[in-house]
């Protein structure tokens, strides 16, 4: 079983919403630090947000800002991101990420497990 599985991807039109789903299991279910990464084509892999499990505390990228919000299911052990009032440029492969978070709320120690990713289109 892949430790991390996203779901939730598509086609959509700008100002849409878009939830992404990520089923955690095995090994990366110990991380403390769990988050999305995004990556178009030709740029590097990003991270849009990131949530740290013992501190509660959240980090999301300026361009994303008010408009996603990073949420964990205990229970099912699934990670959310919901994605409100899409724009062309939130568009790219979305990977969910598990590992362990640094000090500074805006970047990982280390990454252990990524996804397989799921696709963001938006597009009118």
């Known amino acids: 079983q892949e430790p991390l599985v996203e779901s939730g991807g598509g086609s959509v039109q700008p100002s849409t919403s878009l939830r992404l789903s990520c089923a955690v299991s095995g090994f990366a279910r110990s991380r403390k630090c769990l988050g999305w990464l995004r990556q178009a084509p030709g740029n590097d892999r990003d991270t849009v947000a990131r949530?740290?499990?013992?501190?509660?505390?959240?980090f999301y990228a300026d361009s994303v800002k008010g408009r996603f919000a990073i949420s964990q299911d205990y229970v099912n052990n699934t990670l959310y991101l919901q994605m409100n009032s899409l724009k062309p440029e939130d568009g790219g492969m979305y990977y969910c990420?598990?590992?362990?978070?640094?000090?500074?709320?805006?970047?990982?120690?280390?990454?252990?497990?990524y996804g397989q990713g799921t696709q963001v289109f938006v597009s009118s």
């Open positions: 949530l740290d499990i013992e501190s509660r505390t959240t």
């Open positions: 990420a598990a590992g362990r978070c640094s000090s500074a709320v805006d970047t990982w120690h280390t990454i252990d497990y």
